[in-house]
C-alpha cells in the first residue's frame, strides 16, 4: 500500500494567477502547489493493482499524468467545494482504459452537488449527442452510517468517515486501513491506519475517537493568520500533538507558508507535504 500526495495546496493553486510573492515565484519545486487531493494504490487479494482517488479536483488530469496512474477504481470524496470535485469528468479515461466504471462515495450534500453539476453523466440519457462521458457507480455515505462509523470496505481496504467542519459545511474526513485479508509491507504497517483530513476547521467530539492509533494524520494548515474554514498552521500543530499520530503532515497550504522555511521550525514528527510525496 503506497499513499501519495497529488496535489497540497489551497483552492487557487500555487502559483496563484497574478502573484509574484516569494513562494509564487520560489524555485523550490516543493512550494508548487496543485489543488489538493491524493490518492491510495495496493494490490488486492486475488493480485490485482488497485487505485482508490481522495477527491477529484480541477487538477486531477496533471496530477494523473505526473503520477503515472493507469487506473482508478474508486474516488472517495471529502465534500463539494470545486477544488476537491470538478476534475470529475476527467475520469472517462480511466473508464476507456479499464473498460470498467468506477465507484464514487460520498455523504449525500456531495453527492446531490456532484449529480447537478454533473448531468451528462449521472443522466446520460438526457444528452443531445451519446457523448464520451464517465461512467460512475454512485455510493452515498449515510447520515446514519457515519454516526455509526460504519466502514466502507473496498477491495481489502477499509475507509471509515471521520465527520468534520469546514467552517459551517458538515464533511468527511477518511481513515483508511488494511482489512485482515490484505497483505501490506513492513513499510506500509508504518504508515497505516492513516487519517486523511483536508479543510479543516474544527473536530466534533465524536470524531476525536477515530483519530487514536494512527500512525499517520494528514491534516489541513493553511496559513498562520486565522480563517474561519481553515485550520492555522499553530490550532493544525496543536490538534496533532493531541492526536498523537507517529507522524503527521500537513496540506491545504496557501502561499504564506514557504516549505523550507516552514519545515524548520515544526516539531520532529510533523511535515509540511509537498506535491509528488509518496508514503509506504
Given at each position: 500500500?503506497?499513499?501519495t500526495f497529488?496535489?497540497?495546496?489551497?483552492?487557487?493553486?500555487?502559483?496563484?494567477?497574478?502573484?509574484?510573492?516569494?513562494?509564487?515565484?520560489?524555485?523550490?519545486?516543493?512550494?508548487?502547489?496543485?489543488?489538493?487531493?491524493?490518492?491510495?494504490?495496493?494490490?488486492?487479494?486475488?493480485?490485482?493493482?488497485?487505485?482508490?482517488?481522495?477527491?477529484?479536483?480541477?487538477?486531477?488530469?496533471?496530477?494523473?499524468?505526473?503520477?503515472?496512474?493507469?487506473?482508478?477504481?474508486?474516488?472517495?470524496?471529502?465534500?463539494?467545494?470545486?477544488?476537491?470535485?470538478?476534475?470529475?469528468?476527467?475520469?472517462?479515461?480511466?473508464?476507456?482504459?479499464?473498460?470498467?466504471?468506477?465507484?464514487?462515495?460520498?455523504?449525500?450534500?456531495?453527492?446531490?452537488?456532484?449529480?447537478?453539476?454533473?448531468?451528462?453523466?449521472?443522466?446520460?440519457?438526457?444528452?443531445?449527442?451519446?457523448?464520451?462521458?464517465?461512467?460512475?457507480?454512485?455510493?452515498?455515505?449515510?447520515?446514519?452510517?457515519?454516526?455509526?462509523?460504519?466502514?466502507?470496505?473496498?477491495?481489502?481496504?477499509?475507509?471509515?468517515?471521520?465527520?468534520?467542519?469546514?467552517?459551517?459545511?458538515?464533511?468527511?474526513?477518511?481513515?483508511?486501513?488494511?482489512?485482515?485479508?490484505?497483505?501490506?509491507?513492513?513499510?506500509?504497517?508504518?504508515?497505516?491506519?492513516?487519517?486523511?483530513?483536508?479543510?479543516?476547521?474544527?473536530?466534533?467530539?465524536?470524531?476525536?475517537?477515530?483519530?487514536?492509533?494512527l500512525k499517520?494524520?494528514?491534516?489541513?494548515?493553511?496559513?498562520?493568520?486565522?480563517?474561519?474554514?481553515?485550520?492555522?498552521?499553530?490550532?493544525?500543530?496543536?490538534?496533532?500533538?493531541?492526536?498523537?499520530?507517529?507522524?503527521?503532515?500537513?496540506?491545504?497550504?496557501?502561499h504564506d507558508?514557504?516549505?523550507?522555511?516552514?519545515?524548520?521550525?515544526?516539531?520532529?514528527?510533523?511535515?509540511?507535504?509537498?506535491?509528488?510525496?509518496?508514503?509506504?
Amino acid at each position: 500500500m503506497r499513499f501519495t500526495f497529488l496535489g497540497t495546496g489551497t483552492s487557487a493553486g500555487i502559483p496563484m494567477i497574478g502573484c509574484s510573492c516569494a513562494v509564487c515565484t520560489s524555485a523550490d519545486s516543493r512550494d508548487a502547489r496543485l489543488r489538493t487531493a491524493a490518492c491510495l494504490e495496493f494490490r488486492d487479494a486475488k493480485g490485482q493493482d488497485r487505485v482508490i482517488l481522495l477527491d477529484a479536483g480541477p487538477d486531477l488530469r496533471m496530477q494523473a499524468l505526473r503520477k503515472g496512474l493507469q487506473r482508478c477504481d474508486a474516488i472517495v470524496f471529502t465534500h463539494n467545494h470545486v477544488d476537491h470535485t470538478f476534475g470529475l469528468d476527467e475520469v472517462r479515461r480511466f473508464n476507456a482504459v479499464q473498460k470498467a466504471p468506477i465507484e464514487i462515495h460520498a455523504d449525500g450534500h456531495t453527492m446531490d452537488s456532484l449529480e447537478r453539476i454533473y448531468k451528462h453523466i449521472f443522466d446520460r440519457d438526457k444528452n443531445v449527442n451519446d457523448s464520451f462521458v464517465a461512467t460512475l457507480i454512485p455510493f452515498g455515505v449515510s447520515p446514519a452510517a457515519i454516526e455509526a462509523a460504519e466502514p466502507i470496505d473496498l477491495w481489502g481496504v477499509r475507509l471509515t468517515p471521520i465527520p468534520l467542519l469546514h467552517g459551517r459545511l458538515a464533511m468527511l474526513g477518511w481513515r483508511i486501513e488494511a482489512g485482515p485479508e490484505l497483505e501490506v509491507s513492513e513499510s506500509a504497517r508504518s504508515i497505516f491506519p492513516l487519517a486523511y483530513c483536508t479543510d479543516v476547521s474544527a473536530i466534533p467530539t465524536m470524531s476525536w475517537a477515530r483519530l487514536t492509533g494512527l500512525k499517520t494524520l494528514v491534516l489541513d494548515a493553511l496559513r498562520e493568520r486565522h480563517h474561519p474554514t481553515h485550520l492555522t498552521l499553530d490550532q493544525a500543530i496543536g490538534i496533532a500533538g493531541n492526536v498523537g499520530a507517529d507522524a503527521t503532515y500537513f496540506i491545504h497550504m496557501a502561499h504564506d507558508l514557504p516549505h523550507a522555511t516552514t519545515q524548520a521550525r515544526l516539531p520532529a514528527t510533523m511535515f509540511l507535504s509537498y506535491d509528488g510525496l509518496t508514503l509506504g
